[in-house]
């Protein structure tokens, strides 16, 4: 028998930037990616926009912010913040 985890380390985090707090309990942050082209091997950046639950409302527009993948929140919610890493002056 196995023993329950009680970490949640195994949880996918990602860092962004927080674009909009217009939403009551949700900003809306984007993340920002770069990598090599497998073929012409020139560096692309790609950006996502994910909607992330902040249940104090913290966040303010500018500040760079960790988040958590979690369970489904609502239709477009899947992430929550875990910290901020930045605050934006």
């Known amino acids: ?3 329950a985890k009680t970490e ?3 949880r996918r ?3 962004g930037v927080v674009k ?3 939403m009551q ?3 809306l942050v984007t993340v920002m990616r770069e990598f090599k082209h497998p073929k012409y091997e020139k560096r692309v950046r790609r950006t996502k926009h994910y909607v992330v639950h902040d249940e104090k409302g913290e966040a303010k527009v500018g500040d760079v912010v960790e988040m958590m993948e979690t369970r ?3 239709k477009t919610k899947n992430w929550r913040l ?3 890493l930045k605050r934006v002056k």
Do not use: F, P
């Open 1 to 3: 028998m196995t023993e």
């Open 8 to 10: 949640r380390s195994n």
């Open 13 to 15: 985090t990602v860092q």
């Open 20 to 22: 909009s707090t217009k």
């Open 25 to 27: 309990k949700t900003i």
């Open 72 to 74: 489904k929140l609502s």
């Open 82 to 84: 875990v910290k901020i």
